[in-house]
């Protein structure tokens, strides 16, 4: 199928999409999300990030960035507010909840991080809890993250992520 072709079928899908979507009594940022998923599978899902990108990123830009390769990877997501319960996004995909914290830092991740996930998880009723960093964790929050079963991914690991 050719470029001409796919958007064709990519515009017919949109309209259908928004249509079915108000029956369904969805929300626009739902729609939106759908379409903008229908968008990235059909010109690639290839995430435009590296390691040394998340270094000059402020704390929000680096939720942002995580939304985003998370969002290639087929999750569905939604950020909260500023007073977030020790969360910075929600994840969904096959069927499962995951609260995400989010840490932009330029030192060791400690203790309060994964506390604050684990947390979040009980309260906003998700399945699982991940602290993602740009950088590491301190040996406490690695111990403590094994132990209530946080995933505690460092920036390495979110590097293969990407």
Known sequence: MNLVEQSIKLVIKTIWMVISGIVKGL????LLYCIRRKVKRLFGNKSKYSLRDFEVM??????????EILET??????????NDYGADLIAEKEGLRFVIQCK??????????????YTACRY????????????????QAQKMAEKIGVRAM?????????
């Open 27 to 30: 929300q626009i940022p739902e």
């Open 58 to 67: 402020t704390g929000k830009q680096f939720e942002h960035a995580v939304q």
């Open 73 to 82: 990877k087929d999750f569905r997501t939604r950020t909260l507010p500023w």
């Open 104 to 117: 932009r830092y330029s030192n060791n991740v400690g203790l309060d991080a994964v506390q604050e996930a």
């Open 124 to 139: 906003y009723g998700c399945d699982k809890a991940w602290v993602i960093t740009n950088s590491e964790f301190t040996f």
């Open 154 to 162: 460092s920036g390495k690991e979110l590097e293969k992520l990407i």
